[in-house]
Nanobody, 116 residues
Framework: QVHLVESGGGLVQAGRSLRLSCAAS????????MGWYRQAPGKQRELVAG???????NYADSVKGRFTISRDNAKNTVYLQMNSLKPEDTAVYYC??????????WGQGSQVTVSS
């Protein structure tokens, strides 16, 4: 059974940084594309960043240049470094793992709140 456990969220002032972590178990981590979505109140869930098994990355336009996704296959962990945070980054952040072309597993979510 796949488990994804996020950590690192919290309350931070605008302009500051946070790093989210997502620890995975139950999968051969290095084989899986991973990433982060977020969902703000009253809005649809949106892709923030993704990283392939080979390390290729993609980002939402709204976070390019501020957020960095990375993975440590030895630790079965994917990270999201978030710099220059803005109030509009406030959301619940969800980690995901693509198990195959049709299945995606999700974490429980981590709240990030950015105050102005």
């Amino acid at each position: 059974q796949v488990h994804l456990v996020e950590s690192g969220g919290g309350l931070v002032q605008a302009g500051r940084s946070l790093r989210l972590s997502c620890a995975a178990s139950g999968i051969i981590f290095s084989n899986n594309a991973m990433g982060w979505y977020r969902q703000a109140p009253g809005k649809q869930r949106e892709l923030v960043a993704g990283i392939s098994s080979g390390g290729s990355t993609n980002y939402a336009d709204s976070v390019k240049g501020r957020f960095t996704i990375s993975r440590d296959n030895a630790k079965n962990t994917v990270y999201l470094q978030m710099n220059s945070l803005k109030p509009e980054d406030t959301a619940v952040y969800y980690c995901y793992a693509d198990l195959n072309r049709r299945e995606r597993s999700w974490g429980q979510g981590s709240q990030v709140t950015v105050s102005s």
